[in-house]
């Protein structure tokens, strides 16, 4: 399996589905910006009571951002399953109700625990902890998995593909978060809601929507090459 094929495969996504995939990067990172900006204008200008009122509003934004997230990567796994594989072509309100949001956000929790005490004990246990486990979430939508079943899962696809895996996933995923946080909107605009919404939903279509579709493409490669060199019974979660 080539870096070049599943680059090429998800590019094609992107061409041939580009509002479904474009445009709901463009609402989602937008809309997750907006709301962290205005958690950060309610706290710089003391709207909430701190300490308490702080790390409310922060944690409320948090969850929020996460939820956007996740609900994307849902949607690009469903889109991928449709355009390359075969899958029913849902639409946008359909994926809605069928993805496993409850076991998405928990498998997303995990990942950022176990990557987090990875690099609490040094950065290289961090990004290989965070690599393993970094198709957990695509695991759950296309194999239908639980959370537990879909880190073992998401370990046993990688672990042969281990540097392809870093290069086509971890590493544009580190980019994507040091792009899309490196914009202070609060700092740079008066008025930072319309710009955070804009910039960053441009940000989303260009970089989210592609290092989101290579990992989904990615999984979808490493789970069929898993599948044809097991025994049916090892695949079992």
């Given at each position: 399996?080539?870096?070049?094929?599943?680059?090429r495969?998800?590019?094609?996504?992107?061409?041939?589905?580009?509002?479904r995939?474009?445009?709901?990067?463009f609402?989602?990172?937008?809309?997750?910006a907006?709301?962290?900006?205005?958690?950060t204008?309610?706290?710089?200008?003391r709207?909430?009571?701190?300490?308490?009122?702080?790390?409310?509003?922060?944690?409320?934004?948090?969850?929020f951002?996460m939820?956007?997230v996740?609900?994307?990567?849902?949607?690009?796994?469903?889109?991928?399953?449709?355009?390359?594989?075969?899958?029913?072509?849902?639409?946008?309100?359909?994926?809605?109700?069928?993805?496993?949001?409850?076991?998405?956000?928990?498998?997303?929790?995990v990942l950022?625990?176990?990557t987090?005490?990875?690099?609490?004990?040094?950065?290289?246990?961090?990004?290989?902890?965070?690599t393993?486990?970094?198709?957990?979430g695509?695991?759950?939508?296309?194999?239908?998995?639980?959370?537990?079943?879909?880190?073992?899962?998401?370990?046993?696809v990688?672990?042969?593909?281990?540097?392809?895996t870093?290069?086509?996933?971890t590493?544009?995923?580190?980019?994507?978060e040091?792009?899309?946080?490196?914009?202070?909107y609060?700092d740079?605009?008066?008025?930072?809601?319309?710009?955070?919404?804009?910039v960053?939903?441009?940000?989303g279509?260009?970089?989210?929507?592609?290092?989101?579709?290579?990992?989904?493409?990615?999984?979808?490669?490493?789970?069929a090459?898993?599948?044809?060199?097991?025994?049916?019974?090892v695949?079992?979660?």
């Open positions: 399996m080539l870096a070049g094929d599943v680059i495969a998800a590019l094609r996504t992107y061409r041939e589905r580009f509002w995939v474009a445009g709901t990067a609402v989602v990172f937008g809309v997750v907006t709301v962290d900006a205005f958690a204008v309610l706290v710089i200008d709207h909430v009571s701190r300490p308490v009122g702080a790390a409310v509003t922060s944690a409320a934004s948090a969850v951002s939820a956007g996740v609900v994307y990567a849902g949607i690009l796994d469903k889109v991928v399953g449709a355009h390359l594989h075969g899958h029913p072509d849902l639409s946008i309100s359909e994926i809605r109700k069928v993805l496993p949001l409850g076991r998405l956000a928990a498998a997303d929790v950022a625990v176990v987090l005490a990875g690099l609490a004990v040094f950065v290289v246990p961090g990004v290989v902890a965070f393993f486990f970094s198709l957990v695509p695991v759950i939508t296309i194999e239908d998995r639980s959370v537990g079943s879909a880190l073992r899962r998401s370990w046993q990688v672990r042969p593909h281990f540097w392809l870093l290069l086509l996933v590493i544009p995923l580190q980019v994507e040091a792009v899309l946080h490196a914009i202070h609060t740079i605009f008066q008025h930072p809601l319309v710009p955070a919404f804009l960053n939903g441009l940000l279509m260009v970089i989210g929507s592609l290092v989101g579709l290579v990992e989904v493409v990615l999984a979808y490669e490493l789970i090459a898993d599948v044809a060199r097991r025994p049916p019974s695949l079992s979660g």
